[in-house]
């Protein structure tokens, strides 16, 4: 008997540890997600590139297909969104946020932009992965 409330108290604490280390993973991705709106309100899309896996192999998909790289990806940014009255002031709401496995999460959300030229509004998917101790976004899937 005394084996198993052991057993049982180990189970229980560890499952209280990945819980409160999964909450601190989120945490942790929600502060990346903030950075990326401030930066972008504030017409800073290098600021907003910080969120991102600076690597070739960073993957965005939008309706104008796939962009591979880091480089790529800013250049498509700054491209569509050339001035301040083009990136406005940005808001996510985030419906989910799943653990896919060990050091990486989906997110799903949703992103609205009021702006000058017109409000622009869409959903996105988002991979972020636990790289060099800092949650990067290595896929991303906006409409």
């Known amino acids: ?12 604490f560890f499952n ?12 942790a991705i929600n502060k990346v997600l903030k950075k990326q709106r401030i930066a972008w309100s504030n017409n800073d899309i290098e600021g907003y590139m910080e969120g991102y896996w600076k690597s070739d192999s960073l993957k ?7 962009t591979y790289g880091w480089e790529n990806t800013l250049d498509r940014y700054l491209k569509a969104y050339p001035t ?3 990136t406005g002031k940005l808001s996510f709401r985030i419906n989910d946020v799943s653990k896919i496995s060990e050091g990486a999460y989906f997110v799903l959300g949703e992103y609205h932009i009021k702006r000058d030229v017109g409000n622009a509004d869409g959903i996105f998917m988002l991979v972020f ?3 060099n101790g800092e949650w990067k976004i290595i896929a991303d899937t906006s409409t």
């Open 1 to 12: 008997m005394k084996k198993l409330l052991v057993l049982l108290f180990m189970v229980s």
């Open 16 to 27: 209280g540890f990945s819980q409160s280390n999964e909450e601190a993973d989120v945490k």
């Open 60 to 66: 965005f998909y939008g309706t104008n297909g796939v």
């Open 84 to 86: 301040k009255q083009h």
């Open 129 to 131: 992965k636990k790289i």
